[in-house]
């Protein structure tokens, strides 16, 4: 089973940019649907984005036109690039192999003046 293991959370002002990453330990990620989700303090868990093997692209609403969601096949990697963050983007981030219905272990990010 692919292993996925989320990087690249932290703390950031208001109005700044992250890029998550998530590295899968198989290319078998290549043939699947990715996502990324998040889960807030006290919240269920939501979707954020998805990526399927043939490009198309899904985003929630409240994230549309702020977040990216990219893949690099080569590296076995999945990118969710974040921009003009908002204190409510606050959560983990989780990476999902969504037809394998694997889960990373999450990375946190904290937008917070």
């Known amino acids: 089973q692919v292993q996925l293991v989320e990087s690249g959370g932290g703390l950031v002002q208001p109005g700044g940019s992250l890029m998550l990453s998530c590295a899968a330990s198989?290319?078998?990620?290549?043939?699947?649907?990715m996502g990324w989700f998040r889960q807030s303090l006290g919240k269920q868990r939501e979707f954020v984005a998805s990526?399927?093997?043939?490009?198309?692209?899904n985003y929630a609403g409240s994230v549309s036109g702020r977040l990216t969601i990219s893949r690099d096949n080569a590296k076995n990697t999945v990118y969710l690039q974040m921009n003009n963050l908002k204190p409510e983007d606050t959560a983990d981030y989780y990476c999902?192999?969504?037809?394998?219905?694997?889960w990373g272990r999450g990375t946190q990010v904290t937008v917070s003046s």
């Open positions: 198989d290319g078998s990620i290549r043939f699947d649907t």
């Open positions: 999902r192999a969504i037809f394998s219905n694997v």
């Open positions: 990526l399927s093997s043939s490009g198309s692209i």
